[in-house]
């Protein structure tokens, strides 16, 4: 075989593989841009695992294991009919997220002025964070924040829409049954959380606190 056709044959397996390469990124950027139908993030996916340990199929079918993070380093299984492999890749985000804009001190109560919305890449900055303003105004500071820091799930609280020792009601509902009954909370709680009640016959009670500090017991 003359050098020629040696460097024509390298050439053309080098092509074929970076189309791969291409054709495989595209998939997995597809599959991940699902997850962010609704928002204005932009993904990119690169493919980490070596192409020997590619799916045999040309269209695979994908699926996260878990409901671990959205984005940075993650393994995704890519089914072939009966065959599967476990594809490691790195799913660059990029989006808007929530920031501090001012100094807030442990304890207060987040304004509209306290946070900025703000692009970044979002699988290079810390995990939870806060990407939709609703969750961060009237949120309370679990510790002291400082501006530019990400806003993060772990550094705020929402509001108590119960505290220990306030009257409260317990609505009990079941299949074709409601019940109504007055009693104090035992504890603090924010929407949906659990709340223990102590009833005016003594007997305590758990429910989750609605939006209107009512405590839902589902018989």
Known sequence: MS???LRALALWLLLCGSAAATALSDQLTAFFQTRFAHSDTAITVVVRTPAAQWPVCNAPQFSLPGN??????LSVQARCGDARRFIQVQVQATGQYLAVSRS????DSLGAGDVQTVSGRLDTLPTRLILNPSRALAAVALRD?????PLTESMVRQPWRVKAGQSVQ?????????AIAAGKALNNATIAQPVRVRL???????????????ILITL
Not at 68 to 73: E, H, K, Q, S
Not at 145 to 149: H, K, N, R, V
Not at 200 to 214: H, I, L, T
């Open 68 to 73: 671990g993070r959205p984005w940075g380093n």
């Open 104 to 107: 807030v001190r442990r304890g």
């Open 200 to 214: 005016a016959s003594g007997q305590v009670v758990s429910g989750r606190a609605d939006a209107d500090g009512n």
């Open 3 to 5: 050098s020629f056709t």
């Open 170 to 178: 317990v609505i009990a509902q079941g299949d074709g049954f409601s």
């Open 145 to 149: 924040l400082t501006p530019g820091q």
